[in-house]
Nanobody, 128 residues
Framework: QVQLVESGGGLVQAGGSLTLSCAASGRTFSSYAIGWFRQAPGRERDFVSAISWSGTDRSYVDSVKGRFTISRDNAKNTVYLQMNSLKPEDTAVYYC?????????????????????WGRGTQVTVSS
């Protein structure tokens, strides 16, 4: 399995931007789809965005569409989440996770139970 490490979190004012990185170890990184999830205090971990192994397919939760952009660089074993126009409700610990896509993109859904490898998370705090 692939090992993942998130970075790039921090404190930012509402309306600001952050770019999160998910760095992977392992020679099979390019065969995995990567997802970003977030967990706010007292809440369940929720899906944010995902990108296919090739980068061709991308999905977003409605609340971040138009503000967040996911991308990947397989040569660097890294996936990025560019977050713009941040809101206080984006405050959470952000996790990246990996899974292999065995069916058409999105058909497996975006439950965190379908992802097999996880990073430890990076804190994002958006002040109002």
């Amino acid at each position: 399995q692939v090992q993942l490490v998130e970075s790039g979190g921090g404190l930012v004012q509402a309306g600001g931007s952050l770019t999160l990185s998910c760095a992977a170890s392992g020679r099979t990184f390019s065969s995995y789809a990567i997802g970003w999830f977030r967990q706010a205090p007292g809440r369940e971990r929720d899906f944010v965005s995902a990108i296919s192994w090739s980068g061709t397919d991308r999905s977003y939760v409605d609340s971040v569409k138009g503000r967040f952009t996911i991308s990947r660089d397989n040569a660097k074993n890294t996936v990025y989440l560019q977050m713009n126009s941040l809101k206080p409700e984006d405050t959470a610990v952000y996790y990246c996770a990996a899974r292999r896509e065995t069916v058409a993109w999105g058909r497996a859904g975006w439950s965190d139970a379908t992802f097999v490898s996880w990073g430890r998370g990076t804190q994002v705090t958006v002040s109002s």
